[in-house]
């Protein structure tokens, strides 16, 4: 990692910690659902259904936002053309139209709503740690709803703004949404803490492969295809008995 001047290597970890509160812990992905509908029985399932989100889920969708995340900070020009000004698409309006896809394409309305209330806490926990970092683009446009304020598109802005490579962002996005994962199913499923890290082993195993098979991609041509997370987030609202918000 090469932090910029003023940062350690730690201020990046921090983002990562389970502990961060931002409510990462409060969100099962879908698995709530697929566990109490007996769907998801065994470590072997539970592998499958991760490995899945993980790749053609939070691979091929969220980190393609941090991508459009760091263009938007590297191309040196954070304003934001004003709507209706005729201009060729700014790096920073790419950002919002890709933040705009991700939030559309999940499909349970309490999915959309992780993203948009986790993103919106990062933010003002970034905005208390580090006041000087360049906020004020990305705060303006979600005040003037001309972007949502994803997890990812935040994550994105603050791993840039630290100094971390868009390959360590990204990564460490696709770990931590592991960790929170595994975290929950550890809650829902009679496994243990052994089996419980045996299982993230073996996803963090598929980390980078997942990102580089997808980070030539133009991030608006992201794009997740995890029905049976979708079908699970859209059933979570209606179970007799929850233990997290989706």
Not at 11 to 36: C, I, M, N, R, T
Not at 97 to 114: G, N
Not at 172 to 196: E, H, K, N
Request: hydrophobic residues 45%; contains cysteine; aromatic residues 8%.
């Amino acid at each position: 990692m090469n932090a910029k001047a003023g940062y350690t290597r730690f201020a990046y970890l921090q983002l990562l910690d389970s502990a961060l509160p931002v409510g990462g812990f409060s969100h099962s992905f879908g698995l709530e659902a697929q566990v109490q509908s007996g769907r998801i029985r065994t470590i072997e399932e539970l592998e499958e259904y991760l490995q899945t989100l993980l790749v053609h889920g939070w691979a091929a969708a969220d980190a393609l936002v941090i991508k459009a995340a760091y263009e938007a900070q590297n191309s040196g020009d954070l304003r934001s053309v004003p709507s209706g000004e005729a201009a060729a698409e700014s790096s920073l309006e790419r950002l919002w139209r890709a933040d705009r896809l991700l939030y559309v394409q999940r499909a349970a309305e309490e999915s959309r709503e992780a993203l948009r209330k986790m993103g919106s806490r990062l933010l003002r926990l970034g905005e208390r740690l580090y006041p000087e970092i360049a906020w004020e683009p990305l705060a303006a446009a979600i005040r003037e709803k001309r972007c949502i304020g994803t997890y990812p598109a935040v994550h994105g802005w603050f791993a840039c703004s630290l100094g971390v490579g868009l390959d360590e962002a990204a990564c460490g996005y696709l770990y931590a949404s592991a960790a929170q994962a595994v975290g929950s199913a550890l809650r829902l499923m009679p496994i243990g803490q052994t089996q419980a890290q045996l299982v993230l082993k073996a996803l963090m195993a598929r980390l980078e492969p997942s990102w580089f098979a997808v980070c030539g991609r133009d991030p608006l041509d992201l794009g997740a295809s995890v029905p049976a997370a979708d079908i699970g987030a859209m059933q979570h609202a209606s179970l007799h008995s929850r233990l997290f918000m989706s």
